[in-house]
């Protein structure tokens, strides 16, 4: 069974920096993309960021770039997201989310979401 | 960036009716457009990708259709467990784009 831990949340500071983890089990997490969601509080959801399964290639939404980077350890099963000089429009619960299928055709269908992990930033 | 609109954005409804939700995409996504349900305080749950592909273990009462720019998602007998809220994705090109969630409320 697939399972998506998400860990590293807090309260930081505005311009501050946190790091958030996401241990991944029940798949062959080298085989797959892999993304973080976001969803601010009572708003709906935003793509943030996705990795190829080898780290070869990550792609970013325009609000993050040069500010959160995503990372991944295949011989952990781990997915990262290290947030720098944080914003208070960045507070939301971010979800670490792995795509339906592992084929280099496969579209980017969300079938599997963590439980989210909540950031606030806020003085 | 691909724009997905959603209509409508609130609806109330009785368990039992038909309730149907619309995507409109700013330019056309041909059928690489997914659904998702999700409940307060939970993660999102994939329902439909392809437009019409009815994901695993969800009930065939959810059904999809479009391409291009205009997609449905129909639920044709509502029940209890069905009030949440729906969000679009599509998933033709980056940056990923969602539309902004129906919820889907009990009258």
């Known amino acids: 069974e697939v399972h998506l831990v998400e860990s590293g949340g807090g309260l930081v500071q505005p311009g501050g920096s946190l790091r958030l983890s996401c241990a991944a089990s029940?798949?062959?997490?080298?085989?797959?993309?892999m993304s973080w969601v976001r969803q601010a509080p009572g708003m709906g959801l935003e793509w943030v960021a996705s990795?190829?399964?080898?780290?070869?290639?990550?792609l970013y939404v325009d609000a993050v770039k040069g500010r959160l980077t995503i990372s991944r350890d295949n011989a952990r099963n781990s997915l990262y997201l290290q947030m720098n000089s944080l914003r208070a429009d960045d507070t939301a619960v971010y979800y670490c989310?792995?795509?339906?299928?592992?084929?280099?055709?496969?579209?980017?269908?969300?079938?599997?979401w963590g439980q989210g992990t909540l950031v606030t930033v806020s003085s | 960036d691909i724009q997905l609109t959603q209509s409508p954005s609130f609806l109330s409804a009785s368990v039992g009716d038909r309730v149907t939700i619309t995507c409109r995409a700013s330019?056309?996504?041909?059928?690489?457009l997914v659904w998702y349900q999700q409940k307060p305080g939970k993660a999102p749950n994939l329902l439909m990708y392809?437009?019409?592909t009815l994901q695993n273990g969800v009930p065939s009462r959810f059904s999809g259709s479009g391409s291009g720019t205009e997609f449905t998602l129909t639920i044709s007998s509502l029940q209890p467990e069905d009030f949440a809220t729906y969000y679009c994705?599509?998933?033709?090109?980056?940056?990923?784009?969602f539309g902004q969630g129906t919820r889907l409320e009990i009258k």
């Open positions: 990795i190829k399964p080898d780290g070869g290639e990550k």
């Open positions: 330019q056309g996504v041909r059928s690489y």
């Open positions: 029940g798949f062959t997490f080298g085989t797959f993309w």
């Open positions: 989310a792995r795509l339906l299928c592992s084929a280099s055709t496969c579209s980017t269908i969300y079938a599997y």
């Open positions: 392809s437009a019409s």
């Open positions: 994705q599509q998933a033709k090109s980056y940056p990923i784009t």
